[in-house]
């Protein structure tokens, strides 16, 4: 089956800096990748995701990136704020075949 | 507000109990999902329901079972309960069958095994 692994596990960064977050998948079949993130108390909520039949998408301050030789794909927030502060996760899928496997997550921390 | 509503927020229960967990979908979602919430494993899949029908199973125990009734609400039954079942369980709800359809999930209910 799909494994996900993603790094790292905690990520503190200033306001306004760049941050990345990076995942692995084992499965060459996956085909969807969509990035959540869960603030305190709450469930997941999508926030981006993509197709691998596309390289890069951006929506704002959020792009993703997918390189399906390698088998990773990453998250990038730029500008970041106090409210990007959150657990991020990343997921992957095969079309109507498996439900989403979702990495660990990634505790964000931006500070001001 | 992701229109998924899990009931109730928190659950306090004795090892050896039984407890039901509830979910409303998203208006309109026919697929309903399952998820365990732990410190240490992430989100594990459970289980997946389709306008009533299970259509996949995760790491779903022997212990735990889930239906979803004709209005299309949900219920995860957990018996038998151990300490290391102590996690959050989400609900979440899409249009359809289709895995890339998005994933709307509710905010969760806290299950605490003492």
């Known amino acids: 089956g799909e494994n996900v692994e993603q790094h790292p596990s905690t990520l503190s960064v200033q306001e306004g800096d760049s941050a990345v977050i990076k995942c692995t998948y084992s499965?060459?079949?996956?085909?969807?990748f969509p990035w959540y993130k869960q603030e305190l108390g709450k469930g997941p909520q999508l926030i981006i995701d993509?197709?691998?039949?596309?390289g890069e998408k951006k929506d704002q301050r959020i792009a993703v990136t997918l390189n399906k030789t390698a088998k990773h794909f990453s998250l990038h927030i730029t500008e970041t704020q106090p409210e990007d502060s959150a657990v991020y996760f990343c997921?992957?899928?095969?079309?109507?075949?498996?439900?989403?496997?979702f990495g660990k997550g990634t505790r964000l921390s931006v500070i001001a | 507000d992701s229109g998924v509503t899990q009931t109730p927020k928190h659950l306090i229960t004795a090892t050896g109990q039984r407890v039901t967990l509830r979910c409303s979908p998203r208006?309109?979602?026919?697929?309903v999902y399952w998820y365990q919430q732990s410190l240490d494993q992430g989100l594990q899949f459970l289980i997946q329901y389709y306008n009533g029908e299970e259509r996949a199973k995760g790491n779903i125990l022997e212990r735990f079972s889930a239906q979803q009734f004709p209005d299309l609400h949900s219920e995860l039954n957990l018996s038998s309960l151990e300490l290391g079942d102590s996690a959050l369980y989400f609900c979440?709800?899409?249009?359809?069958?289709?895995?890339?359809?998005?994933?709307?999930f509710g905010n969760g209910t806290r299950l605490t095994v003492t």
């Open positions: 993509i197709r691998s039949n596309v």
């Open positions: 979440a709800s899409s249009v359809d069958t289709a895995y890339n359809s998005p994933l709307h």
């Open positions: 208006s309109g979602d026919l697929s």
């Open positions: 997921a992957a899928s095969l079309l109507r075949n498996t439900p989403l496997v």
């Open positions: 499965d060459s079949a996956s085909n969807y």
